[in-house]
């Protein structure tokens, strides 16, 4: 049998830098049908600065209605966890007191002037705050999840190569994280540059789950998803209709890498089996009627 892809489905990624904002209830209604689908997680918002990024103010409202909770467990009758992305030590001690999340994200930059951008640190200082991250998730039965941002290169300048991001993963790994994301943040990778990181990165840490959180257009998403499949990579994000991006990366957001079309991709090779595919096609209906 085949070893089955975990895919993390990303309405926080497609949300967050959506000019209008998005109803609570309609996000709470999207994610609850999110959760009938048969993803492995669901990264469903954010405990940062309102101020910031003003789409995720609401998360704290939307957990509480999300029938992942422990009192709708049985209506759902889904193994779906939940992610939920922080930025600092307060955002993941907010984050850690809800039951019903099982992974903290936090995005760490292998480019100074993104890090420092998008959550006002240093790459050195985040480091420290992975430490007191990865802390609060052992004292609360959480798991964190670090994303390699920046992790096939940068429109800023800033020097990078592969040897860079395997520097950093030393250290994240060293400090006792296992799920490691290499993040394409702006969508710049092209598909022997992913096959080329994701070889290395499954070489040197063959402990850690590796996965890709990729942006790109629907011309070479198939490519870079066989980029990563064929070096064993197994941990897949995306976002249904291709929406998203970090609106701290650039003003041209390339979307995420289209779920929509991942999924017949990864069952045409054997894969995602489980997945409800009539509960597949109400929330792409309802991503049409949100994301207008």
Known sequence: MLQQIKLIECPRDAMQGW?????????????????????????????????????????????????RNESLWTLVNTK????????????AMEASVY????????????????QMRN??????ASLETVKEI??????????PVVYISMAFGNPYGDVY???????????????????ISLADTVGIAEPLQVS??????????????TGVHLHSTNVNWKEKIDAALEQGCMRFDGALKGIGGCPMANDELVGNMNSELMIP???????LKEINMDALALSCKMAEEIFV
């Open 119 to 124: 959550t006002n640190s240093t790459i050195k």
């Open 80 to 91: 779906t966890k939940l992610l939920a992305i922080i930025a600092n030590f307060r955002g």
């Open 99 to 114: 039951d019903a999340i099982t992974y903290l994200g936090f995005p760490f930059s292998i480019s100074p002037t993104f």
């Open 161 to 179: 190569n592969e040897d860079i991001v395997l520097e950093w993963i030393e250290k994240l790994v060293g400090e006792g994280i296992k799920i």
């Open 196 to 209: 080329s990181i994701v070889s290395k990165v499954i070489s040197a840490f063959p402990n850690i789950e």
């Open 265 to 271: 991709y990864f069952r045409e090779l054997g894969y």
């Open 134 to 143: 990865k802390n609060i998730c052992d004292k609360n039965k959480k798991e």
């Open 19 to 67: 000019k209008n904002f998005i109803p609570t209830e309609k996000k709470i209604a999207y994610i609850n049908q999110l959760l009938q689908v048969g993803f492995d997680t669901i990264d469903f918002g954010s405990f940062v600065s309102a101020k910031a990024i003003p789409q995720m103010a609401d998360t704290k409202d939307v957990i509480g209605q999300l029938s």
